[in-house]
């Protein structure tokens, strides 16, 4: 079994920056893709940002520029790190991974944490 915590979300002011954090665990062999999807309300689930095992990064067209996705391989977490927030990126926002256990590749979500952006 394979779990993904996140951790980060909170209320900012427009303008402001949130760091998230997420970190898996259990039975891991690798980790290929990790990313961070988000969901507003009344809203689908979109994709924010993804990073491959090798570094290789994807970002929503909206995000480019202010965020910023890294991992350390080492801790198995990704970040997201998100600059010059919007009230229009108020959501809850979800860590995904791609992971190999000894079973086969399977995907994985986090629980979400919820980021407010108001004044």
């Known amino acids: 079994q394979v779990q993904l915590v996140e951790s980060g979300g909170g209320l900012v002011q427009p303008g402001g920056s949130l760091r998230l954090s997420c970190a898996a665990s259990?039975?891991?062999?690798?980790?290929?893709?990790m990313g961070w999807y988000r969901q507003a309300p009344g809203k689908q689930r979109e994709l924010v940002a993804a990073?491959?095992?090798?570094?290789?990064?994807n970002y929503a067209d909206s995000v480019k520029g202010r965020f910023t996705i890294s991992r350390d391989n080492a801790k198995n977490t990704v970040y997201l790190q998100m600059n010059s927030l919007k009230p229009e990126e108020t959501a809850v926002y979800y860590c995904?991974?791609?992971?190999?256990?000894?079973?086969?590749?399977?995907?994985?979500w986090g629980q979400g944490t919820q980021a407010t952006v108001s004044s």
């Open positions: 259990g039975s891991i062999f690798s980790i290929y893709t």
């Open positions: 995904y991974a791609a992971v190999r256990t000894m079973a086969g590749q399977y995907d994985y």
């Open positions: 990073i491959t095992s090798g570094g290789r990064t």
